[in-house]
């Protein structure tokens, strides 16, 4: 006993029937997601939306950006409305990781007539760190009219943001003016005196 | 002779000091007052010119973006000291010895299994972290009087696993070693040297592991115990998910990771268990299907 070697636990040889995405085994569930790429990944996407066990649907949407596909990739977009927290959150998770083609899906999202859509939007625009994200949010906010919206995208602008939008923010501060937490954000730059 | 046009370094403001020591302590904890302005302008001016800007700026918007990385990575590098120490982050030792080997080898006993325990150091640098393990096991763990224990250690860079294999460290590396263990596991080599007995270094496992890579992940088999410490936070997110479904992958049902003490897995995936143990967290694959 003691410190020894040991040789690797894994059978030698793969099972003989191949693992299928809806088999009762979760472990078997998983080998077929990962045997689904780096080919043909479509049949995946439904899966996101149906299989209930997160650590499926993770290596599934992994295999998803993986696999690079812009066209693929936007059909995830949907899912940021689940009622499903847990997927909502993982879809963000997984735009965040293709931030090339998360920018170009996710901010015609700014557009939606759901602020919660909106909202997830941002989040997404928050942790891709690419320099579009800058004039989205601009664009959001020159005619956003939810506070909470208004607020995330704040929260992600204004780190951001040059001398040349104070002029954007003192208007987000007028059409908030009645928003206790907006002006309390925005007082220190839109008062006299303030700013930069 | 002529002299080229003098490169004037960067002028830092008291207003940008004031935003850099914002930013780097929420991405680091780590604060400069304005009495380490002469420490911080010196290297700031550096980065800056290193990153080809030409302002604090210009250089201040690209970091904060983040759009390069390494940006940031030039930033922490130059206002840290990166060096790795035997016994480094021991808490998280601690709790390996007190609450994970323990459950490991109880469910070991309640499934008859006599395989050995197997834990892996990824990436393991120059060696300090696995021999750092080996060390507390064979000092403070009694159970490996009973108990079959392998090593594994791996890195993607092969320079640090030839320092790692021989097993050479100085003075500044091994200052946490008791003299008691620097006595019992190490012969001395030079007036400033000691090198790991080889009842240990033979008894490791090096080899050359990509993280991101599932053939060199696959062959390993399965651990109970993976150390992979401040590697993460060097990815992006999208090999972070790729690294951590190999990570899951090379994981016994109920194995446990334990990662840096600044990086959270709960941003990079939902898939492993949180456990709070007395000395550390620690991220536990679950034992079956659903991770929440």
Known sequence: ?196 | MSSGPTLLAPAISDADFKRFSEFFYQRTGIHFGSGKRYFVDKRLQACITHAGEASFAGWFMAVRLGSQPELMQDLINEFTVNETYFLREDYQFDCLLKSVLPEVVAGRRDGRSADPVRILSLPCSTGEEPYSIALRLLEEWPEIAVTDVSIYAGDIDTTVLDVARRGRYGRRSLQRVPVTWLQRHFTRDGPEHHVVNDEIRSAIDFSVINVCDRGDIGPLGHFDVVFCRNLLIYFDERSSRHATENLYDILRPGGFLFLGHSESMSRISGIFTPRRFADALVYQRPETGDAR
């Open chain 1, 1 to 196: 006993m003691g410190l020894t070697h040991s040789e690797p636990d894994r059978p030698p040889n793969g099972p003989a029937v191949p693992p299928t995405l809806d088999d009762a085994d979760p472990t078997r569930r998983r080998e077929a997601v990962h045997a689904h790429a780096p080919g043909d990944v479509t049949e995946l996407i439904p899966l996101v939306g149906h299989e209930n066990d997160p650590v499926i649907r993770e290596a599934a949407l992994t295999e998803i950006v993986e696999s690079g596909d812009a066209g693929l990739i936007a059909t995830l977009v949907p899912y940021l409305g689940s009622q499903d927290a847990g997927l909502r959150l993982a879809v963000v998770d997984a735009l965040i990781a293709c931030p090339e083609i998360a920018v170009g899906v996710v901010t015609p999202v700014l557009g939606d007539a759901d602020p919660h859509m909106r909202i997830l939007a941002v989040m997404v625009l928050a942790g891709v760190h690419h320099p579009d994200v800058v004039d989205a949010l601009r664009h959001l906010l020159e005619t956003e009219s939810h506070p909470n919206v208004a607020a995330a995208a704040l929260d992600v602008f204004l780190p951001l943001a040059q001398e040349a939008d104070d002029e954007l923010l003192q208007s987000v501060s007028r059409r908030f003016a009645d928003d206790p937490f907006l002006r309390f954000v925005l007082q220190p730059l839109t008062a006299p005196g303030g700013g930069r």
